[in-house]
């Protein structure tokens, strides 16, 4: 899945595929754009919710508020 901001770009995939593909290309960056790159160690999780409008909304509203209690980040991404 790729998230692009006016900020930055995020790109979530196996962590094997991450480091095959973009550890290369971050060493082969100009050293001050180096560390604008980051490969994560951190685990992430993906649900699919499936719904139309605000039906799924609602469920995901549901599903993340107990998530933004415990300052968890939430990336959500709509397919159309």
Known sequence: MISITTYE???ICPRVIA????????????PEFIKEVVISDDDYLALN?????????ER??????PLAKEDVCVLIHQVV
């Open 9 to 11: 770009i995020s790109i």
């Open 19 to 30: 480091q095959r593909t973009f550890l290369s290309a971050k060493l082969k960056m100009e």
């Open 49 to 57: 919710i499936e719904g139309l409008g605000y039906e799924a909304s």
């Open 60 to 65: 995901i509203a549901e599903l993340t508020a």
